[in-house]
């Protein structure tokens, strides 16, 4: 009897049907010669502090390095504090008995870091040594299922992939508790946590927002001409921007109504824009933000939950290629792509017999290849789920097609000693671009100032038939939105000065195509950062934090790239664990000194008339406020169903009986919905609701 165990239920029924397991049990099926069980993502987890001893958080007892980890049943809170998590410690019950009845394994959990983590962690925590193999397969078709499973490999192979997974777990407790609890001991406040990866993010969206915010805009003028020729115009644009009012206004007034422009350039040359590549997970998740709005957390979500309906490869992928083997499966799916209502008229023209190989090339395939659908007929998709699995479509119909042609058309002059330029594109064969057709690429190719249509001859003289002057001002860099800050997040290594670590950067980054929006989205959960139409800003609890780190080993970018690079080297044998914590351990313990150092601001309670016994004093402190009047009672917590109050809502509260709209609270199945937090008539908070605008004519 083999056991197989998948990272999910959805997945371990798929493999069941597939290898034929027909009889059902309490989480498990079995038959044929096979026990099929799963995981609940993960089921067991590094042990937190107090397993260690580290029951009081003192400065005496950092940096907590524990000798050696130990693994616990997945926790959760409780009113108690933190207990095994009843699903967890029901479901590994199974899974020892599963494999307890079998003689090998077959590991079928995602096939990745995280993946590989989930199944090596539940194997040590119960005790395991039978041997076992891998089924790695990138999408869940029957097809994938019954060929991964007629090739299955070595568990050994998998090795360095479960070392980078755990090293970089280990690393994330080390630096992360120390961290925290240094900053709990520093500031007083337990409302606050640091992250190996989250605080550099954290460090760029601030220092972003703070640039923004204090740049200073400079004026500056722009000179215009415009020539005509029959009833078309073209408009040339001085080739320098004036700093200077008067010069721009001598500079304007010098051009008159009897002005002639000799055009001395004209240079016409033909360009291909290669097509874009395949989409691995971050570049997916840039184009559904820009396009879509889409955090994120999202796209990857329904990603996800398109992978396991079969209908597109494994989503967490780094890679933006395929091997030679899978580009042979591409015409027949490019078929299929080409027989959806959105391209199908740019179907009628695409050549699949001679197909654009930019993004074949199996050297650069990770574990896994670039983002592509499975040919599976998609049914009953949400608009989301639709409108990411056509990008991921379209995408794979732009990655082969043929490059756009476009001609540029480049036109000089001279006005009264003064150069002009006009430049201009016209799309010659769109290529890959016709693919959308969206507008914003037709206006990158409108030619500069408003534009025209006249076309002139080398040396001709044209008069000057009007000209003007537009003042303008530098802008700020813009804040960060999903797409930019996942693109920083992805290529922080080109801003970083040192060469070295400039290098080391280059290939990794900060964060992991599949940890970059959870990275994100807990930034959000701590009330770190917030949004602002699209944009992400940092709140005053963020920022707080940020100055107060901002020059410490845990914000810098350039060592969390470092560790990221290092991570990538265990998992190709060439880098120690041991060697790789260490380091880690050394780490945590300097963040540790410099946390502990610092002197926060004595943050003073701010005190406000109780508005209950209106004669005490409500005093808000870090985790609760509370009024000062024995005999009163009133006692607010911080933490309100699933959302931390900050000052300013404890503010409004006390002082209108309402908090203004807060959103992102969780309902019943995680349905997420906005409201104020009031008082009730017995000074307990309730949710209260925006009344729905009434209608015209109601």
Same mark, same amino acid.
């Given at each position: ?140 078709? +029957?097809?994938? @299922? ?6 299955? =490999?070595?568990? *050994?192979?998998?090795? !360095? &992939? $479960? ?123 840039? +184009?559904?933000? @820009? ?6 957390? =999202?796209?990857? *979500?329904?990603?996800? !939950? &398109? $992978? ?391």
């Amino acid at each position: 009897m083999k056991a197989i165990i998948a990272e999910k239920p959805s997945v371990g029924m798929d493999i069941a049907r597939v290898v034929g397991a027909t009889e059902k049990k309490d989480g498990y099926f079995t038959g044929n010669g096979y026990m099929i069980t799963w995981a609940l993502g993960h089921l067991v987890s590094l042990a937190l502090p107090g397993t260690y001893g580290y029951t009081k958080t003192v400065a005496e007892d950092l940096p907590m390095i524990p000798e050696p980890f130990r693994l616990v049943a997945r926790q959760v809170k409780t009113a108690k504090g933190m207990a095994t998590d009843i699903a967890a410690g029901k479901q590994l019950k199974i899974i020892d008995e599963v494999f307890s009845k079998c003689d090998s394994i077959i590991v079928a959990t995602d096939a990745g870091r995280e993946g590989e983590l989930i199944f090596r962690w539940i194997y040590s925590y119960l005790g395991y040594t039978k041997p076992f193999q891998r089924l790695w397969i990138s999408s869940l078709t +029957d097809e994938a @299922i019954r060929e991964g499973m007629a090739n299955l =490999k070595k568990g *050994s192979e998998y090795d !360095s &992939l $479960y070392a980078a997974a755990d090293s970089r777990a280990k690393a994330d407790w080390l630096v992360g508790m120390n961290a925290s609890r240094a900053l709990a001991i520093a500031s007083g406040s337990a409302n606050s946590s640091i992250g190996r990866v989250q605080t550099p993010t954290l460090a760029m969206i601030c220092a972003r927002f703070k640039e923004n915010r204090n740049f200073v805009s400079t004026p500056f003028w722009q000179l215009h001409i415009t020539l005509k020729q029959g009833d078309a115009h073209r408009q040339f644009v001085h080739t320098v921007d004036f700093k200077k009012k008067d010069e721009a206004e001598t500079a304007y007034r010098s051009i008159t109504s009897d002005s002639v422009a000799t055009i001395n350039k004209v240079e016409r040359r033909r360009t291909f824009q290669q097509a874009p590549l395949l989409y691995d997970l971050t570049a997916l998740q840039k +184009d559904c933000n @820009i396009h879509y709005d889409l955090p994120a957390d =999202k796209t990857l *979500s329904i990603a996800q !939950s &398109l $992978y396991e309906k079969k209908l597109i490869s494994y989503p967490r992928t780094g890679s933006r290629y395929i091997s030679e083997d899978v580009m042979a499966h591409i015409p027949a799916l490019l078929e299929k792509v080409t027989e959806m209502p959105e391209f199908r008229e740019y179907g009628l023209s695409f050549d699949c017999s001679n197909l654009n190989t930019r993004s074949v090339d199996a050297t650069k395939v990770t574990d896994h290849h670039a983002l592509i659908i499975t040919g599976i007929a998609p049914e009953e998709l949400s608009e989301a789920e639709s409108v990411v699995y056509t990008l991921i479509a379209g995408r794979m119909l732009e990655a082969f097609s043929p490059p756009c042609e476009k001609e540029r058309l480049l036109m000089e002059c001279v006005c009264e000693e003064l150069d002009f330029r006009s430049q201009s594109a016209v799309i010659v064969t769109p290529g890959w671009r016709g693919v959308f057709a969206r507008s914003e690429d037709r206006e990158k190719d409108e030619p500069e100032g408003n534009g025209g249509t006249a076309v002139f001859a080398e040396r001709e003289e044209i008069p000057v038939m009007g000209h003007g002057l537009a003042q303008k001002k530098t802008l700020p860099k813009p804040l960060y939105t999903d797409a930019t800050l996942l693109g920083a997040m992805e290529n922080c290594g080109k801003e970083v000065s040192d060469e070295q670590a400039r290098e080391a950067l280059k290939d990794s980054g900060i964060g992991t195509p599949a940890t970059r929006a959870a990275i994100i989205t807990t930034l959000f959960k701590r009330d770190y950062i917030e949004r602002s139409g699209k944009s992400i800003r940092p709140t005053e609890k963020g920022l707080y934090l940020y100055e107060s780190v901002k020059e410490m080993m845990v914000a810098d970018v350039e060592l969390t790239g470092t560790w990221e690079k290092a991570l990538t080297q265990i998992e190709g044998h060439t880098l120690d664990t041991d060697a790789f914590l260490l380091s880690i351990k050394g780490y945590a313990g300097k963040v540790t000194e410099e946390i502990l150092r610092l002197k926060f601001p004595e943050q003073s309670a701010h005190a406000f008339a109780c508005p209950k016994c209106r004669t005490g004093n409500v005093v808000i402190k870090s985790k609760v406020a509370k009024c000062d009047n024995e005999g009163c009672g009133l006692l607010l917590f911080r933490k309100f169903l699933n959302k931390e109050l900050t000052d300013q809502h404890l503010e409004q509260l006390l002082s209108s009986g309402s908090t203004k709209l807060i959103k992102g609270f969780k309902g019943k199945k995680s349905v997420s919905f906005d409201a104020a937090v009031a008082f009730d008539e017995g000074f307990n908070l309730k949710l209260s609701f925006p009344k729905p605008k009434s209608g015209k004519g109601k």
